[in-house]
């Protein structure tokens, strides 16, 4: 069965460092999306992406953050110049174009760990 | 207000006994969607169900059901004979039909099955 993979499943880096997390979706689907989820708490959503732009972001999704989707595989999120609070599980997910679409498969999972 | 509100933050069954995992949700979208994501400790998000707000039938997979009160705006799991590996966090996250693709999460149920 396809799934969504993430690389690296743990990146260890320096505060004010860039990083650059990277996921493959599954390949028929067109909707991406990059979400967080802070040790212990909720699941945030980040941003999500079509048709090679932004569809949406939350306001967690300011300018140290952008999004690529760099050829027709990868999907890939960028932290600009890291900080402490950044560090956190980044979950890339996608989903079929339907805009209603009854499942929503994420990755395994990025452990971003700002030191 | 919160979106997403599961009220349980532990919770134990018995092996092979059944339990409930509570949420509520706030919309006043009439199309929306409610996700249930089992995430154990190596930290993966399971997509486990799925209910559409216009789903005439309770949703079913497996050992896991929806039980969907739309004039509540509760959708709680159930998970039949519980079994050792279901011990994970649960999450019950929303998609609104009017704010794109994007799933709001709730705190989490932490679930411990009892040998």
Same mark, same amino acid.
């Given at each position: 069965e396809p799934e969504v993979t993430q690389t690296p499943s743990h990146q260890v880096t320096q505060m004010g460092q860039e990083v650059i997390l990277r996921c493959v979706p599954i390949?028929?689907? $067109?909707y991406f999306y990059w979400y967080r989820q802070i040790l212990g708490q909720k699941v945030e959503f980040l941003v999500s992406f079509y048709n090679n732009e932004i569809s949406e972001k939350s306001?967690?999704?300011?300018?140290q953050f952008s999004v690529e989707r760099?050829?027709?595989?990868n999907f890939t999120l960028k932290i600009r110049s890291t900080k402490l609070e950044d560090s956190a599980m980044y979950f890339c997910a996608s989903s079929e174009a $339907?805009?209603?679409?009854r499942t929503r498969d994420f990755g395994p999972g990025t452990r971003l760990t700002v030191t | 207000a919160q979106k997403i509100t599961q009220t349980q933050p532990g919770m134990f069954v018995q092996e092979k006994e059944a339990v409930t995992l509570d949420c509520t949700y706030d919309t006043s979208d009439p199309s929306y969607g409610l996700f249930w994501y089992k995430q154990p400790s190596s930290g993966e998000m399971i997509f486990l169900i799925y209910q559409g707000s216009y789903d005439q039938q309770n949703a079913t997979e497996g050992r896991y059901s929806l039980n969907f009160q739309k004039a509540r705006k509760s959708a709680n799991l159930v998970i039949s004979a /519980?079994? $050792? &590996?279901? /011990?994970a966090m649960y999450f019950c996250a929303m998609r609104e039909g &009017?704010?794109?693709?994007m799933l709001t999460f709730g705190g989490g149920t932490r679930l411990m099955v009892k040998p």
């Open positions: 390949s028929n689907h $067109l306001e967690i999704f300011d300018d760099p050829d027709g595989s $339907l805009r209603r679409s | /519980s079994q $050792l &590996g279901d /011990s &009017g704010a794109g693709n």
